[in-house]
């Protein structure tokens, strides 16, 4: 058998933007890459090709080397924290010999640089998740002959056909997200019994839901450090566009939340967190909204969550991860005379575009349903692709819509941001409207991104409206 081992060298919606909006900051090449997975991620970058000689697509004497070592340049230059062992296959056999060296490798890429051995193939009937990458005009007939039959299989695959390297770089990133995934831990603000959500959590993703009661809250409460959270409170009243209802002192004990927040979370080496925000502080079991404390948690790449929604929680999670932006998870409301789903919340970013872009204005309000704390109202921006969505771990499903930013809704009822979009169909959203009320919303159009991690993690993908 014979292996050649390189050796290493450094839809319907866009036509509402236009072409600015392919070229602006929510398009996911425009936004630096999401963290790293805590150990690098390691990927099989299996090529395969005719021997050059042989009259074929591409042609005869194409410099597959040439090419090869182009791709792998690429692949490390945009992804440097990750690690691409090359390989090439020119015939079906040299599958077994990849597979029996490769235990500890955390994904497949199959770059069909000319027409070859459908070794792809027998490396995802295995079950392990691979992405097939035709290079066009190259692979193409390998490519077509055999991806759209391993969907039909209901293999762990995807799919690039596409003149943007970008695409690739993004379904590779699906791989870094999944091996993240299995380390992580989230923080469950809640009382009572543990979630059956956690457990489906663990099992579909591999993260671990931590439970932790009000007492454990209220202690690391007690013992924040009074001068961190002020100092917290003044940044974000500095910021702030303006504050109408919430005095000062409130806004501190949302600081000293946020200080308790972050020492709980390094305690536990969480990424994200979530609690019963509603129930606890209507209790009074919590003295102070955490809804400041979320808002900047998002921004700087981690995840707050409210209401103690493990699924919202596990789909920021996972998108924070594989885009590198915060989500908005919201209670959408439907307005079918426009065409408009809302999504409302006291809870929200002004950092969409992740840590390193740009922040857009925000007011510092009441909440709302019961007047008291302190939260953002963001103006989020407009003219902007977004993306929608919830994971439902339980049925190893993922709903999903996409839509246009177009408005900031000024409106005294009801939670305090509210971003109106336009795209999806609001009367097929209103008749067929299932799993819960909460979404997740994304800026950047993250339909493919999506699709790739749910087909390598064997989640159905289910567009809404």
Not at 136 to 165: D, E, Q
Not at 239 to 257: C, D, F, H, Y
Not at 276 to 293: E, F, S, T
Request: glycine fraction near 8%; charged fraction near 25%; aromatic fraction near 8%.
């Amino acid at each position: 058998m014979q292996l050649d081992v390189l050796k290493s060298s450094r839809r319907d919606f866009l036509r509402l933007c236009g072409g600015a909006c392919a070229a602006c900051a929510a398009c996911p090449s425009a936004v630096p890459a999401p963290p790293a997975a805590p150990e690098k991620t390691r990927l099989r970058v299996v090529f395969t090709h005719t021997p050059p000689e042989l009259p074929t697509w591409p042609n005869r004497g194409y410099d597959y080397e040439g090419r090869k070592q182009e791709i792998l340049r690429r692949f490390r230059q945009d992804l440097p924290h990750m690690e691409f062992l090359p390989v090439t296959a020119l015939k079906a056999e040299d599958a077994q010999e990849i597979l029996a060296r490769d235990a500890e490798v955390d994904g497949y890429i199959w770059f069909l640089v000319g027409l070859g051995p459908a070794v792809g193939m027998t490396i995802a009937q295995t079950g392990r998740p691979v992405v097939f990458v035709d290079d066009l005009y190259a692979g193409s007939g390998t490519f077509l002959g055999n991806f759209a039959r391993a969907r039909r299989l209901g293999l762990k695959v995807a799919g690039v056909s596409s003149s943007r390297f970008e695409d690739v770089v993004q379904a590779a990133r699906a791989f870094d997200c999944i091996k993240r995934l299995k380390s992580a831990v989230i923080i469950d603000g809640t009382e009572g019994n543990p979630s059956a959500e956690g457990g489906a959590i663990r099992d579909l993703f591999g993260a671990e839901v931590r439970q932790v009661g009000a007492e454990e809250f209220n202690s690391r409460y007690q013992a924040a450090d009074r001068a961190e959270g002020q100092r917290w409170a003044n940044q974000w009243m500095k910021n702030a566009q303006k504050i109408v209802e919430p005095t000062r002192e409130e806004i501190g004990k949302s600081g000293l939340m946020y200080v308790a927040m972050k020492d709980l979370m390094a305690r536990n080496k969480a990424d994200a967190i979530t609690i019963d925000c509603l129930r606890l502080l209507y209790g009074g079991k919590l003295p102070a909204y955490p809804c400041l404390g979320f808002t900047q948690l998002n921004n700087d790449g981690l995840v707050g969550a409210c209401e103690a929604d493990l699924q919202s929680t596990i789909s920021m999670l996972v998108m924070t991860y594989l885009t590198g932006r915060p989500g908005f998870i919201s209670d959408p409301v439907i307005d079918t005379s426009r065409n408009q789903i809302i999504y409302a919340h006291c809870v929200a970013p002004t950092k969409v575009f992740g840590p390193q872009g740009p922040a857009n204005p925000y007011h510092i309000r009441n909440h709302s349903e019961d007047r008291k704390g302190a939260v953002v109202r963001s103006l989020l921006p407009l003219g902007q692709m977004t993306t929608t969505l919830k994971f439902l771990p339980q049925r190893k499903e993922v709903v999903i819509h996409q839509g246009k930013a177009v408005a900031n809704v000024d409106e005294d009822k009801a939670c305090r941001t509210k971003l109106a979009v336009e795209g999806p169909d609001t009367r097929k959203l209103k008749d067929e409207w299932a799993w819960g009320w909460h979404r997740v919303t994304f800026y950047g159009d993250y339909r493919d991104a999506v699709d790739t991690f749910s087909s390598l993690m064997g989640i159905k993908v289910l567009p809404e409206g």
